[in-house]
């Protein structure tokens, strides 16, 4: 397995832009897929995004198109969210997370390692 540890979460306001990021330990981080979940207060947990292993593919959820970015830096363990045009339905705690499987439409429950996840509020 690998940890993650996430950071970059804050409050902005609506409109803005926020760059998350996932620290990762251990050799095998480039053979993961990695993906970022956010869960909302009283909402189940849900995908934003993946990428493979390589870096090469992404995926996205509709919410997530177009505004959210997944990038990876396998040289140093790190994978990143960019986040622009931020709206008061994004605050969440977001959570990166790394599966064995495939980055096309990933399930929950394909991921076997997760952060400690890290607070987005969009508030004006």
């Known amino acids: 397995q690998v940890q993650l540890v996430e950071s970059g979460g804050g409050l902005v306001q609506p409109g803005g832009s926020l760059r998350l990021s996932c620290a990762a330990s251990?050799?095998?981080?480039?053979?993961?897929?990695l993906g970022w979940f956010r869960q909302a207060p009283g909402e189940e947990r849900e995908f934003v995004a993946a990428?493979?292993?390589?870096?090469?593919?992404?995926y996205y959820a509709d919410s997530a198109k177009g505004r959210f970015f997944i990038s990876r830096d396998n040289a140093k363990n790190t994978a990143f969210l960019q986040m622009i045009s931020l709206k008061p339905e994004d605050t969440a705690v977001y959570y990166c997370?790394?599966?064995?499987?495939?980055?096309?439409?990933?399930?929950?429950?394909?991921?076997?390692?997760w952060g400690q996840g890290t607070q987005v509020t969009v508030s004006s």
């Open positions: 990428i493979s292993a390589s870096g090469t593919n992404t």
């Open positions: 251990g050799r095998t981080f480039r053979t993961y897929t």
């Open positions: 997370a790394a599966s064995s499987g495939g980055y096309y439409k990933p399930k929950s429950a394909d991921f076997g390692s």
